[in-house]
């Protein structure tokens, strides 16, 4: 599932608008009905980031994966539920019921799902949550960027990474100032993780200068990387690989500039195109 937006393209040294497809994130909430010593019990039990499609699949795997069922017969019905919300006019919740079953790891739900929450937006609870903290904006026109720095901060990014080299396997960010100098770089085999390191080492090291610097990442840009440098208050990130609908929908609505497809000699603005020097 995909959609069109407008993107700024720059390639053989020139810019030109044109529309582009973009694969489409929204979150899904998963929802359980089980019983529980005999009395029906429902509970909101985590929110996933996916594309739209094929969520029944989605969550058939998910419960066997994390083995909270051990069969699908334990799965009575899945069904969709709520309004149909937001620009793409779908359903965003989903209920799992399942049979009155020995099978059905109970204790686990209890004790990995409702009274833990893990990283980020996949381990909330209820879309409720996703209303993030930020209210201000950041800079609408700093860091100013020029081309040349801009599409060399991945390659920057790569030989100063120290992992990547040994295993090919592994994502890195790093915090960079306006005139292209790498100020700090973390890597993990998570983009989420080094992103949080990356944030980490800044905080504690007073790195931090929204309206001189910008943050690049090794791999496609997700809303929840997005969110995570809202909270620094930067206002320009780039990322090698293309980004979510829902990374450009929250990069807009906070002014952040957000550039995908960055290569040697190309690269895709997909908002707010003031904060990139074009000459």
Same mark, same amino acid.
């Given at each position: ?6 993107? =700024? ?20 909430? =998963? ?12 509970? @909101? ?12 699949? !989605? ?15 334990? =799965? ?28 059905? &790891? ?9 009274? &833990? ?13 996703? /209303? ?17 720095? #801009? ?21 890195? @960010?790093? $915090?960079?100032?306006? &005139?292209?100098? $790498? ?9 989420? &993780?080094?992103?949080?390191? !990356? ?8 790195? #931090? ?15 929840? $990387? ?19 609908? !829902? ?17 040697? /000699? @190309? ?13």
């Amino acid at each position: 599932m995909n959609s069109k937006y407008k993107v =700024i393209k720059f390639r053989k040294n020139k810019f030109e608008n044109v529309d582009d497809f973009i694969s489409i994130e929204e979150p899904l909430e =998963i929802s359980l009905k089980y019983k529980d010593q005999n009395k029906w019990v429902k509970n @909101s039990l985590s929110i996933t980031m996916r594309t739209p499609g094929h969520d029944e699949d !989605l969550v058939r795997g998910f419960l066997f994966n994390e083995q909270i069922i051990q069969n699908l017969k334990d =799965i009575k019905t899945i069904e969709s539920f709520g309004d149909k919300v937001g620009q793409y006019n779908i359903q965003n919740k989903i209920l799992v019921t399942l049979n009155n079953s020995k099978n059905v &790891n109970i204790s686990k739900i209890k004790k990995d799902f409702l009274t &833990n929450s893990s990283c980020g937006v996949c381990g909330k609870s209820s879309l409720d949550a996703l /209303d993030i903290i930020k209210k201000e904006k950041t800079p609408k026109a700093n860091p100013k960027l020029s081309k040349e720095v #801009l599409i060399n901060s991945p390659s920057v990014l790569r030989k100063n990474q120290s992992e990547f080299a040994k295993t090919g396997g592994i994502h890195a @960010s790093g $915090l960079f100032s306006s &005139n292209g100098n $790498l100020i700090s770089l973390r890597e993990d085999v998570g983009r989420h &993780n080094a992103l949080d390191k !990356l944030i980490g080492d800044s905080l504690i090291n007073n790195y #931090l200068q929204p309206n001189d610097q910008f943050i690049t990442c090794s791999g496609r840009l997700n809303f929840e $990387l997005v969110q995570k440098v809202l909270m620094t208050n930067i206002g320009l990130m780039i990322g090698v690989g293309a980004p979510t609908s !829902l990374a450009i929908d929250l990069a807009n609505k906070f002014d952040m500039t957000l550039v995908g497809f960055v290569k040697e /000699d @190309s690269f895709n603005i997909y908002t707010n195109n003031q904060k990139v020097i074009v000459s």
